[in-house]
């Protein structure tokens, strides 16, 4: 985990960081954006699109997950959350679901604010004893 983190930590925050900055957020004015590296490391972006009919809007992740996979990828090896907030801003329980459909309970998750990556955790971390698509193995 540490050597993805060292490697593509900082491109992961500022993708991130960068996607938010194009969020549609005009009710909550929170902006979030993601950025997913691949199997084949590359770089994914998403940002929050919010709607006037709640909660019918998107999350940055699923936004960015979309976009990995509209590229036929379908596996995660890190992801980078960014908010524009000071508190710890860990995927939604609903993202967190869609990042395991897609990613091993290893994987990391980097949680990013204006100053840069604050925390890191697995997937296992913050979806323990998860449901995936191993579970409907046969």
Not at 37 to 63: H, T
Not at 97 to 122: S, V, W, Y
């Amino acid at each position: 985990m540490s050597e993805i983190i060292e490697k593509y930590g900082e491109a992961l925050f500022s993708n991130a960081q960068k996607a938010a900055q194009t969020a549609y957020a005009p009710y909550s004015q929170f902006h979030v954006g993601a950025a997913v590296l691949s199997a084949d490391y590359e770089i994914y972006m998403g940002c929050n699109v919010e709607n006037a009919a709640y909660p019918e809007g998107l999350c940055a992740e699923a936004s960015a997950i979309a976009q990995m996979v509209q590229q036929g990828k379908t596996t995660i090896k890190a992801i980078a959350v960014y908010a524009n907030s000071q508190e710890l801003t860990t995927p939604c329980g609903g993202c967190r679901q869609k990042i395991r459909e897609f990613a091993a309970p290893k994987t990391p998750i980097l949680i990013c604010n204006d100053t840069g990556i604050i925390a890191t955790m697995t997937l296992a971390e913050l979806l323990p004893h998860s449901f995936g698509p191993d579970n409907l193995k046969r």
